[in-house]
């Protein structure tokens, strides 16, 4: 019977739609890989629900430091990688029993102000996942207006990405950006005020920025197809998604790669159909509870989707048919 852990008070990251995940899976066992380690919360789960061994992979160094004080405890049935997900298949030499994936940015790094994801709390602008290569200040101090328009409306979609890049242009004129209140205050200066029950002004435009800066859609894709490889027949690829985009990805790639991509219209020429790469274990995504919402407020758009994987050989992905967001040179972003 499957067990679903607590986390410690102390942790200040609820794993989201834990329960669900550890049913859709059951029964755990083998060697599991945790591609998004974060505060450690679907680690644990896996290992409390009989995975021999969880792999932890995060490309953000501070979360082992965090992990250090209960890591131990698993002893050798944990391993620790700092990397990324999309290089999985090359962290353990034998195919896996499974892998999970928690998209986008941790309620721990939110709430740590230094990090600069938060536009609810001052600190320095950065946004860094691996806390290296540029950060969201060099971004938006270097990159022209119509750049930032379109990071904006393509991975925010934002409406009114025009008129924020171009205020974003006006106050670097005068001063470069340095923290998040910052430029919150300025993206806040484009839009009218929320109605009670709205999410903030600026949360669109951080979650752009957010994305752009880590480059999450590449590393999404390359972290399903790694995941495709480094799967045994019969293991099971388990992704929890936060908003659309993600999950619009997410799930094409499940559809696609369990014969159901079917023709892009009716007038497109026929191809030859694949051996399915997945069988899909649930049909539709399953969201949270009613308990969960009222335990963790911030799992209201989280989505789990969850595939068998078949004996058939892993392969090249059309990432045109996934709907990956993006921008181009000439696109232009909503005034």
Not at 163 to 173: F, K, Q, S, V, Y
Not at 285 to 304: C, F, H, I, V, Y
Request: hydrophobic content about 40%; aromatic content about 6%.
């Amino acid at each position: 019977m499957v067990t679903t852990p607590q986390p410690p008070s102390k942790d200040p990251h609820i794993p989201v739609l834990l329960r669900p995940l550890l049913t859709a899976v059951a029964p755990v066992s083998g060697v599991w890989l945790d591609g998004t380690f974060g505060a450690g919360g679907y680690t644990r789960g896996l290992l409390e629900a009989g995975a021999d061994l969880v792999l932890g992979v995060d490309r953000d160094p501070m979360v082992f430091d965090m992990a250090a004080s209960w890591a131990d405890d698993f002893g050798e049935r944990l391993k620790l990688v700092e990397g990324t997900f999309s290089e999985m298949d090359s962290y353990h030499t034998d195919l896996l029993d499974g892998v999970v994936l928690d998209l986008g940015v941790s309620s721990m790094q939110l709430d740590l102000a230094e990090r600069g994801f938060s536009f609810n709390k001052d600190g320095p602008l950065d946004m860094r996942m691996s806390q290296s290569g540029p950060s969201a200040a060099d971004f938006v101090n270097t990159a022209s207006e119509e750049e930032i328009a379109d990071v904006l409306y393509h991975y925010g979609e934002e409406r009114a990405s025009r008129r924020i890049a171009r205020a974003i242009l006006r106050e670097r004129a005068e001063a470069p950006f340095e923290t998040t209140l910052q430029l919150a205050a300025v993206i806040e200066s484009c839009l009218p005020r929320p109605k009670p029950g709205q999410s903030h002004p600026a949360t669109r435009s951080f979650q752009a920025i957010r994305i752009h800066v880590n480059d999450e859609f590449g590393q999404l894709v390359e972290g399903l197809e790694a995941a495709e490889r480094a799967l045994k027949p019969g293991g099971q690829l388990a992704v929890v998604t936060f908003h659309s985009l993600e999950d619009r990805v997410v799930k094409r790639f499940f559809t696609a790669r369990s014969g159901g991509g079917g023709r892009a219209n009716r007038y497109a020429p026929e191809t030859e159909a694949e051996a399915p790469r997945f069988k899909l274990k649930i049909r539709r995504a399953t969201g949270p509870d009613d308990q969960e919402l009222a335990e963790n407020p911030r799992s209201r758009s989280a989505k789990l989707r969850v595939g068998i994987r078949t004996e058939a050989p892993a392969g090249p992905v059309d990432r045109g048919a996934l709907g990956m967001p993006g921008y181009k040179k000439n696109a232009k972003g909503r005034r």
